[in-house]
């Protein structure tokens, strides 16, 4: 029983890391993208209405990561929050994000020279579809798909995410969302550009990985927090020798 609480607690716990994770890496490459974006354009590259109906959709994946699966090797040892490790993985993988992000602004810009409407509404798809994605890659170590095979509910609601949101860029609120129809030329490079980010994270993540310098923070100072600890024990201890015969006579 005991044994099944403890990893049981392991499970939520490294649940738990791949939302932060996810989350950290993601928001990262967003903002740094629309800052970007906002400094060269002449109009916004996102409506505040769009970039809040994307972060819906993008949260609504999110809520299934609980469900999902857990890899053996992280049941078998205790994790504990490593803040430097979450700030180093999102360092590093969230400029790969703003990467194709920026592949997409080339795109519409320069090959299907898109206006205001065509580019919002193919930022839109191209960020949602690449930010929750990315749980696939963050979920695990190993390669996914074929090492490590994620919860059925989280990759039905994964999918599911991207299909309403491709569908309502063609709905009739498509024009009261500020969206427009897209190309199918748009669609041909989102899938290749889509395959060639997922490869690109996962080429990243096994050089990540492989540097122990990224698995463990800085050393920490122990000696004082010890000697604080047991200053504060000392007034609950006792110094003298316990009588028990007197303890077991007054109980």
Excluded: C
Excluded at 76 to 87: D, E, Q, Y
Excluded at 104 to 133: C, D, K, N, Y
């Amino acid at each position: 029983m005991l044994a099944a609480g403890v990893a049981e607690g392991r499970r939520i716990f490294a649940n738990t890391i791949k939302y932060v994770l996810m989350g950290t890496s993601s928001n990262f490459g967003n903002m740094f993208s629309a800052a970007a974006a906002s400094a060269v354009l002449s109009f916004l590259p996102m409506l505040p209405s769009q970039i809040l109906l994307n972060n819906l959709l993008y949260d609504s994946s999110q809520l299934a990561i609980p469900t999902d699966r857990v890899d053996d090797e992280q049941l078998h040892a205790p994790s504990h929050w490593n803040i430097a490790f979450i700030r180093r993985f999102m360092l590093t993988f969230g400029p790969i994000s703003s990467l194709f992000d920026f592949l997409t602004f080339g795109l519409m810009l320069g090959v299907l020279h898109a206006g205001p409407a065509e580019f919002r509404t193919g930022w839109f798809v191209e960020s949602l579809a690449t930010q929750t994605l990315i749980i696939f890659a963050i979920r695990t170590r190993r390669v996914p798909f074929f090492r490590s095979r994620a919860g059925g509910v989280m990759t039905l609601t994964t999918f599911t995410v991207i299909f309403v949101g491709v569908v309502l860029t063609v709905s009739p609120l498509a024009h009261t969302l500020g969206f427009t129809t897209l190309p199918w030329q748009f669609f041909g490079a989102l899938v290749a550009m889509t395959i060639a980010y997922l490869v690109l994270v996962e080429f990243t993540k096994k050089v990540f990985y492989a540097d122990p310098a990224h698995l463990t923070g800085p050393p920490q100072r122990t000696r004082g927090r010890v000697h604080r600890i047991q200053r504060r024990a000392a007034r609950f201890s006792h110094g003298g020798r316990i009588n028990y015969s007197t303890s077991q006579t007054s109980a």
